[in-house]
């Protein structure tokens, strides 16, 4: 839930921790750098507030100044985001199966996890003269725009997908798909072939390709993708490394099926 969202939903003044969680929610991937006063803005704090909550929290390090006077996020928000549990063991794990994924494909490689109605890139290497894309590490993307985003809302539960669906989705190309309807096909097709495939969604003349990773009780804890210029041969061809990959990410993490035993989780 987003600060706005508890904003809403509770009356009277915010909390000092709101106050400060209101200021980081700023930035997100089209405002990486802000000023002051942008800064008040988008969080509807006063000028005097916002000046003194940016001090202490570029002293603790959740903000850097940048040599034009604009705010970005600090190290230490990186440093603390890399403690996550889920999204630390499963790039633990992935890190050297990436590696060579991206050196026999020669393709920009993302591991994801989903975030609410997002995915969040835990990893993200980039290869030499790949496509040019706009993933990172840290970035997150809607679900329904990505390779990655699309095998994870395909897999999850029914409740979940219909949420994602009802809500605004943002088109960021003429090639995004945005029709609910739609989507439900594609989605469809996604549990029916566990591959999501995208292409031209956010950034033109790239296509990506998604398939699941799986944990312990099988249960789907994230996704891993290949994304190549559009120009380039067939992504299909890019299938069997890719669900090699993330057949050894889930026998790393301990899936059964992984390990060629039958799923036995109830």
Not at 41 to 57: C, D, Q
Not at 149 to 175: D, I, W
Request: glycine residues 8%.
């Amino acid at each position: 839930m987003t600060i706005s969202q508890i904003r809403s939903a509770r009356s009277g003044p915010m909390t000092a921790a709101q106050r400060a969680l209101a200021i980081l929610e700023c930035f997100d991937q089209d405002h990486l750098l802000l000023t002051l006063s942008e800064i008040s803005r988008r969080s509807t704090l006063s000028l005097s507030t916002t000046h003194r909550l940016v001090g202490e929290l570029r002293e603790w390090g959740a903000l850097e100044r940048v040599p034009d006077g604009r705010y970005a996020i600090g190290m230490r928000i990186l440093e603390l985001g890399s403690l996550e549990p889920q999204g630390m063991r499963l790039r633990e794990v992935a890190l050297p199966f990436l590696g060579d994924l991206q050196a026999a494909t020669n393709a920009n490689v993302h591991l994801s996890v989903r975030d609410g109605h997002d995915v969040v890139y835990v990893e993200s290497l980039h290869a030499r003269g790949g496509a040019d894309v706009l993933s990172r590490l840290g970035g997150r993307w809607p679900l329904h725009a990505t390779a990655t985003g699309l095998v994870l809302l395909a897999f999850a539960p029914h409740e979940f997908r219909e949420e994602v669906l009802s809500s605004p989705l943002k088109q960021f190309t003429p090639r995004t798909v945005t029709c609910p309807d739609r989507l439900r096909h594609v989605l469809a097709d996604v549990r029916r072939t566990g591959v999501g495939m995208v292409e031209d969604s956010i950034t033109p003349n790239c296509v990506s390709v998604g398939v699941p990773v799986r944990g312990p009780r099988d249960q789907i804890v994230g996704a891993v993708a290949v994304t190549v210029p559009a120009t380039k041969s067939s992504p299909h061809a890019l299938l069997p490394a890719l669900s090699a990959t993330a057949r050894a990410i889930s026998r790393g993490l301990g899936a059964p099926s992984a390990k060629g035993r039958p799923n036995t989780a109830a």
